[in-house]
């Protein structure tokens, strides 16, 4: 009896010995597997993102646009950019809203003179407005090259906007305040479209009549 009574209990100990190392052998799994994680994680937070050389970068005081885009601008057509040399991909990237520097005042701001006024009737009145414009940038010059190259487009785009606004509204400060802004936001998105960047800062009013 005492025998029979004995062989249970070994047989439950090696079951309690079994499942322990059952448990051990899959908390050492996850543990590596979580370290596996963590490092992947850290390689890809190493390796970053990689830039676009197409991408206008800031110019800072003492900097001129054209140097700062000759720098960073890609070779032209049948050379070897500095990514392609390196064995990186530069991905297509969609539209980019080119941030404004926090700190204005360390970097260098390009004005451009759009060279023909825009002359436009107004919504609901026998009056026209007659505007030029000028637009600000910090970025290198392929902003304002690409304002040049895609003058007709902007020309347009600005025409159909003044078509719609009142002449009670632009002859306030506060009216041509919002006109400047609407200015901005449809010169970038034409760049945008265009080119995949915007870059434009501000729009200065250079004339401005109303009649």
């Known amino acids: 009896m005492s025998k029979d009574a004995e062989a249970p209990k070994k047989k439950g100990g090696g079951s309690k010995k079994l499942i322990i190392i059952i448990a051990a052998v899959a908390l050492l799994g996850g543990g590596g597997a979580a370290a596996g994680f963590y490092v992947a994680g850290s390689m890809h937070k190493v390796a970053g993102p990689t830039i676009d050389p197409n991408m206008p970068r800031l110019v800072k005081k003492g900097e001129k646009p054209e140097d700062v885009a000759a720098k960073f601008a890609p070779p032209a057509e049948g050379g070897e950019s500095s990514s392609e040399a390196e064995g990186v991909e530069v991905p297509e990237h969609a539209p980019v809203d ?88 449809i010169i970038n998105g034409v760049l945008k479209d265009k080119t995949g960047y915007s870059g434009v800062d501000n729009v200065y009013f250079t004339n401005f009549v109303i009649q």
């Open 98 to 185: 080119l941030p404004r520097p926090k700190n204005t005042s360390a970097y260098q701001a390009t004005y451009y003179q759009i060279p023909a006024p825009f002359t436009s009737n107004m919504a609901d009145s026998d009056g026209f407005a007659q505007i030029s414009i000028a637009v600000a940038t910090y970025y290198d010059k392929r902003v304002i090259d690409a304002v040049q190259t895609h003058e007709l487009a902007i020309r347009s785009a600005i025409l159909m906007m003044l078509t719609q606004e009142q002449e009670m509204d632009l002859a306030t400060p506060q009216g041509k305040e919002r006109l400047q802004q609407k200015l901005v936001k």
